[in-house]
């Protein structure tokens, strides 16, 4: 009888325990909602950073967060700035690569062209002069100079224009 009484004793003891809080219960509490106004505040703020909710600050606090938003525009167009100053630095580099194998497919071009016309046979018409006859069979625009902008691939082909 006296186990049974002691069991009952022992058990109802451990629920009470259960039904009080304990410490890491409490500790979780005040963390949870220490954690939950921090929310609001955040969302508050965020919200006046936006423009709104506005009409509860002071003239204090209002020249406090225009203060805040002229720092944080500084940086964005400042942040925006340096990379627009790279874009255009990385396309100038372009510019200029591309300009060096232009140049370097204009003579191999050139060079093609003269290899083809010194292994054509040229066969003279009466009145016709050297120059006539090889402008007529390789018909090319004049020599291009480096300003030029003429950004067309000629492949030196008889009878062919590749414009």
């Known amino acids: 009888m006296n186990q049974i009484i002691d069991r009952y004793n022992s058990h109802s003891k ?8 304990s410490q890491l219960d409490l500790h979780e509490d005040s963390n949870c909602a220490r954690l939950r ?12 950073m936006r423009g709104e909710e506005l009409q509860s600050l002071n003239v204090q606090q209002l020249q406090a967060l225009e ?28 510019r ?19 290899q083809v016309a010194a292994d054509s046979p040229v066969v003279y018409e009466e009145g016709q002069s050297s120059e006539s006859v090889t ?3 390789y018909p090319r625009p004049p ?6 902008s003429d950004t067309s691939l000629r492949l030196g082909l008889p009878l062919y224009n590749s414009k």
Do not use: F, H
């Open 135 to 137: 402008n007529t069979s």
């Open 14 to 21: 451990i629920l009470k325990k259960a039904d009080e809080p």
């Open 67 to 94: 203060k805040s938003l002229e720092s944080g525009l500084g940086s964005v167009l400042k942040t925006k700035s340096q990379k627009i100053m790279d874009q255009i630095s990385e396309l100038e580099r372009k």
């Open 143 to 148: 020599l291009d100079t480096e300003d030029s």
């Open 37 to 48: 106004d921090e929310l609001a505040e955040a969302s508050l703020w965020l919200q006046q």
């Open 96 to 114: 200029v690569q591309l300009i060096e194998e232009n140049a370097r497919l204009k003579e191999q071009a050139s060079k093609m062209e003269m």
